[in-house]
């Protein structure tokens, strides 16, 4: 069975935020079905923590995105799997439910406690991102006002140790929103393929949080891949501009740098909670260049229009990310 991943979806924000409203069966009424159409199997949902939450509640609030998906699998287990591992993903496509795995986007719910991601191992975390877009135990972040730029450090003594275990339990490090000096810091010690699960090519678009060729070079020749975020800013330099086609130019972009092996999806939806003062500063202008995972067949089409050969497109569409993850997660 084919297999489409999307490498980065804020999904359980959005579901904790419903069900503390009182809904249930969130993912399977208000998710599904754009999934379905747009043949989507597999995404990693992101344990994202709003800043008004940090320092106390970052580890209660990932705690109770996490006891939310576990809620929605009682409710509607006949369509939804935690995935753990490509065995679980596996057995979802098999079974016909939606994969999800669990990721870290910045690791303020550990604070500076180590023994804790062992927890988060336990409960079904299998991706890190270090960082979002501040600074945390571990290393600074990309920032996205002009007024927050100049963060400078790297890699903590903590982050160095947080990359350590994680790759010891068999985790994937995820560099999006991790800043240059901390990026080349990991690159130093890692020991297993790197990730970017929503960064862009910063030879299109130069902005802070997208990558620079050195950088994509640098995640390929990890056996890495690099998932391409559907954000306007980070896909085209004018709004008029971002929409599906400037989204495969950055494919394009990095398979004509490093070849289409790294690269893959990794949209950061985020239209329909933006309403919510999700993700961005009050003077940013966020926009989604597809509507929702239902359109998502346009990106295929355009592959293939492009010259694209099926398989590669399959590459992209989710193999890539398939690859990584049967490297290196336990």
Excluded at 116 to 131: A, H, I, K, P, S
Excluded at 160 to 186: C, T, Y
Aim: aromatic share 10%.
């Amino acid at each position: 069975m084919k297999v489409t991943i999307d490498g980065h979806f804020d999904l359980l924000y959005d579901v904790l935020r419903k069900r503390k409203m009182g809904k249930t069966h969130v993912i399977e009424k208000d998710f599904l079905e754009d999934l379905k159409k747009g043949g989507v199997n597999v995404l990693v949902s992101s344990l994202f923590i709003d800043s008004q939450f940090i320092p106390e509640m970052a580890l209660r609030r990932a705690l109770d995105q996490i006891n939310s998906l576990y809620e929605e699998i009682e409710e509607s287990g006949d369509k939804i799997k935690l995935c753990r591992n490509v065995d679980d993903m596996n057995g979802a496509l098999e079974s016909n439910k939606l994969g999800v795995f669990l990721s870290f986007e910045g690791i303020e719910p550990i604070y500076n406690d180590l023994g804790l991601l062992r927890v988060f191992y336990e409960l079904g975390v299998r991706l890190v991102g270090l960082t979002w877009s501040r600074r945390n135990y571990a290393a600074d972040g990309v920032y996205f006002s002009p007024l927050e730029e100049g963060q400078v450090g790297g890699l903590t003594n903590f982050g160095h140790r947080v990359v350590k275990r994680a790759q010891e339990l068999g985790m994937i490090i995820d560099v999006s929103h991790l800043n240059e000096p901390g990026f080349w810091d990991l690159m130093k010690i890692t020991k297993t393929p790197i990730i970017a699960s929503h960064s862009n090519c910063k030879g299109l678009v130069d902005v802070s949080r997208n990558l620079s060729d050195e950088q994509i070079r640098a995640i390929a020749h990890t056996d890495g891949v690099i998932g391409i975020n559907a954000a306007n800013m980070f896909v085209s330099k004018d709004d008029n501009g971002a929409n599906y086609k400037s989204y495969v130019d950055h494919i394009d972009y990095v398979c004509n740098l490093v070849g289409h092996k790294h690269v893959a999806l990794g949209f950061d939806l985020c239209d329909h909670i933006r309403k919510h003062e999700y993700k961005e500063h009050k003077d940013n202008k966020f926009f989604d260049i597809i509507k929702n995972h239902s359109q998502v067949y346009k990106i295929k089409e355009e592959l293939k229009l492009r010259g694209y050969r099926e398989e590669h497109v399959d590459d992209i569409l989710g193999r890539n990310w398939v690859r990584v993850y049967d490297k290196v997660l336990k």
